[in-house]
């Protein structure tokens, strides 16, 4: 067993990944042979991610606010505190704040063989207003 007490400092998600200011906290990356990440992610209104997916899907646990998450092909869904979104592995998605609201969420992944957990795609241009 192996308790944390002291977790990495605050980071600003990169540009080239999210739209608009989100912040990440790392809960969970232990070391190998576990290849689980957990982050708090936290939205200011109307930021969210670009397009991605992941190889082994995610889980997106909303703790606050209220947020959007679209998969390619599909019809913006809200969200809220409370609801657990499950994403397949390999589905090409967007998820982020509501335009006139703050967001939360726990996003949970399984990095691959290789350690990636992440391929990340162009900006989202639709994002709802």
Request: glycine share 10%.
């Amino acid at each position: 067993m192996h308790i944390t007490r002291r977790r990495p400092d605050t980071q600003q998600g990169p540009s080239q990944n999210f739209t608009g200011t989100v912040w990440l906290d790392e809960i969970a990356a232990p070391a190998a042979p576990c290849r689980l990440r957990m982050f708090n992610v936290h939205f200011a209104p109307g930021a969210h991610t670009a397009w991605h997916r992941h190889p082994h899907g995610q889980v997106l646990h909303v703790l606050e606010g209220e947020g959007l998450v679209r998969r390619k092909g599909g019809d913006v869904e809200e969200i809220r505190a409370g609801d657990t979104v499950w994403i397949e592995p390999g589905e090409w998605h967007w998820h982020g704040a509501g335009p006139r609201t703050f967001m939360s969420h726990l996003a949970v992944v399984e990095a691959a063989a290789d350690g990636t957990t992440t391929e990340w795609h162009e900006h989202v241009h639709d994002y709802p207003a």
